[in-house]
């Protein structure tokens, strides 16, 4: 071998050995873009994970705000509802006493033993008239122009004289 070819072969080895360390360093980089890449993928999952549990989290929460307001809703129209009532009631419920002390009075000297029917509402005889199922309907001794359908919520009017309504509030 000549000379020159010998360096012609030492010259294409070192241009070899330099073209390896060319791959190896590109093989490296490579292999470090790779790592950031699949470690910047997994925060990535960690985080959308985490925001599809807080989005579930906000669901539950809205429902459980939208079940306590239709609750509070419920309970304010219960209020209101009881309230109603409470003034409607006649002045011997709600606890007039000069009012029951004048209707024991009454009562002992007719006699009444019947239970009342408590709540109910008869035209002629107001409210929770004497007798179990004592009502407009069932009353059995009605006043003139004594109306059957009255209720309650809907007394079509008091008669004359009905001492046993509420007449501070509206009751119908």
Known sequence: MTKRSRDEADAAADLGDEVRDYIARLTSEKSE????????????????????????????????????????????RSIETLMKTITCMPAMQAGGEKDNKRREGRREKKGYTSSRNIRGYCWSHGWDPVGDKHNSRYCTRMRDGHKVEATGDNKMGDPPGNLNTATTTNCN
């Open 33 to 76: 873009e790779g790592q950031k890449l699949y470690k910047a993928e997994q925060r990535h999952q960690i985080m959308a994970d985490r925001a599809a549990a807080t989005k579930s989290q906000m669901r539950t929460k809205d429902n459980q705000v939208s079940a306590l307001t239709t609750q509070v809703a419920t309970l304010t």
